[in-house]
């Protein structure tokens, strides 16, 4: 009514709305107490978002709840801070997970093959030494796949394969039961399986799965993970 100017309607519009008029003053009395939560509000945000700016706005609720009690003496509930975030558009930004620190967690689990073969991949026969290893894969907006290969150590040939979206035992397991497909059945007597010393490959479902093939199985002497490069099958790391 104050915006538009109108005058002496107060009454017919309160009809109109089906409110009274005694309640309509009052709510006007009550506009300034209303609006204190709204200028606290705006004083909060503003000390939040000092925070959230100073972390490059990659720090949530609970962070910054810490950081105000830490550093500026200001303790806040950290709902209240969620809310106050939500109310000024400020959106934590979401960490990608790092798929070289998940290779390191997954091939740290089990250190207990020797490595007999040393470096000497090429042994001067087909089909008696193969090379296995997982490297990651990305595509589209930040999203990763897992791929795991058998080569040859004489030829450099990839016999098998396997692009799994996890780091579960299975990617192992399936890559193993297609080098047995293209092997069919016919594996060197003296056949060595090389790989590093990640979990996949000195997990005892997998060590099993190895001997009950044919195959001895040899790790590297030190495992790599958490400094592996991307790996390309064409070549050994």
């Given at each position: 009514m104050r915006a538009y100017g109108l005058?002496?309607?107060?009454?017919?519009?309160?009809?109109?709305?089906?409110?009274?008029?005694?309640?309509?003053?009052?709510?006007i009395g009550a506009e300034e107490q209303r609006q204190l939560p709204t200028a606290a509000d705006e004083r909060d945000i503003l000390i939040?978002?000092?925070?959230?700016?100073a972390l490059r706005g990659k720090a949530g609720a609970l962070v910054i709840k810490m950081r105000l009690e830490q550093l500026s003496g200001v303790v806040m509930n950290h709902k209240k801070i969620r809310r106050l975030m939500r109310k000024a558009g400020l959106v934590a930004a979401i960490r990608q997970a790092n798929p070289y620190r998940k290779m390191a967690k997954a091939t740290?689990?089990?250190?207990?093959?020797?490595?007999?073969?040393?470096?000497i991949f090429n042994q001067?026969?087909?089909e008696k030494v193969f090379l296995t290893d997982i490297t990651f894969l990305r595509y589209g907006s930040g999203h990763w796949a897992y791929l795991s290969c058998v080569k040859d150590g004489a030829t450099r040939q990839i016999l098998a394969d396997c692009v799994a979206a996890t780091l579960e035992l299975r990617i192992v397991e399936r890559t193993l039961q297609r080098l047995l497909e293209q092997l069919d059945g016919n594996i060197h007597p003296e056949a060595?399986?090389?790989?590093?010393q990640g979990m996949h490959y000195t997990h005892p479902?997998?060590?099993?799965l190895i001997?009950?093939?044919?195959?001895?199985?040899?790790?590297?002497?030190?495992?790599?993970?958490?400094?592996?490069?991307?790996w390309n099958p064409s070549s050994v790391t």
């Open positions: 005058k002496r309607m107060t009454r017919y519009l309160c009809e109109l709305l089906e409110v009274s008029p005694s309640g309509y003053y009052r709510w939040i978002k000092q925070h959230f700016d740290q689990e089990h250190m207990t093959c020797p490595n007999l073969l040393g470096r001067g026969e087909p060595i399986l090389h790989s590093d479902k997998t060590r099993l001997a009950e093939a044919g195959f001895s199985s040899r790790c590297r002497a030190k495992a790599i993970a958490g400094t592996m490069p991307p």
